[in-house]
C-alpha cells in the first residue's frame, strides 16, 4: 500500500513566484494561488480543482518552514494542505489530505485482489479515529519510513479491508 499511497498523497508540487524579498504574507498568498491553480500539479495529482484556499502566514520565510492550508475541492469537500517553503521564492505541496482520498488509495490497492466493495471499504475507514487515520496517512505520504503506529495502522486496514471488502 505504501507506493501507492506515495504516490497519490504525495502531491509533490512546486510554484516559484516573483517579488523582491519577499515576505510571509507573499508566501501565504501564493499558497492560496499555488492550490487554486486549475491546471497546476495540485490539480493533476489528485484529480480535484480547489477553491476558497486559505493558508495560514507562514512564521517565518526561512527555507524549510512549513505552513498549512485548506482549500475546497470541485465536490465541496475541504481538504488540508501542508506548504513548505524550499526556496526564495518557492513552495512544495509537501502532503494534501480528505478522507476520500485515503479511501482511493485502498480501493486502488484492494483491485489487484478482486472486485472491491467500496460501501464496506467505507464501513472499515469508519472504524478508525479520523485524525489517527489522517496523521497516518500523512506520515506515509511525507515519510520515507513512516513511523512504527503509522505503517501499523495502514497495515491494519489493508488487512480488514482485504478480508472482508474483496470478493
Request: with cysteine; charged share 25%.
Amino acid at each position: 500500500m505504501k507506493r501507492t499511497l506515495i504516490a497519490i498523497a504525495g502531491i509533490a508540487a512546486i510554484a516559484g513566484f516573483a517579488a523582491c524579498s519577499p515576505d510571509s504574507t507573499d508566501f501565504k498568498s501564493e499558497g492560496e494561488d499555488f492550490l487554486e491553480d486549475t491546471d497546476g500539479d495540485v490539480a493533476s495529482g489528485t484529480g480535484f480543482t480547489f477553491s476558497d484556499a486559505d493558508c495560514e502566514k507562514p512564521s517565518s520565510t526561512d527555507e524549510g518552514t512549513t505552513y498549512d492550508c485548506t482549500a475546497t475541492d470541485d465536490e465541496g469537500d475541504v481538504w488540508d494542505f501542508s506548504i513548505e517553503i524550499t526556496g526564495e521564492r518557492e513552495l512544495t505541496v509537501i502532503s494534501g489530505y480528505h478522507p476520500k482520498l485515503l479511501k482511493q488509495v485502498v480501493v486502488d490497492e484492494l483491485q489487484a485482489l478482486g472486485t472491491v466493495d467500496e460501501a464496506c471499504v467505507d464501513d472499515v475507514l469508519a472504524g478508525f479515529d479520523e485524525q489517527e487515520l489522517k496523521d497516518a496517512f500523512i506520515d506515509g505520504s511525507v515519510n520515507a519510513a513512516p513511523s512504527d503506529e503509522s505503517a501499523a495502522l495502514l497495515q491494519e486496514i489493508g488487512s480488514q479491508a482485504s478480508a472482508s471488502c474483496v470478493a
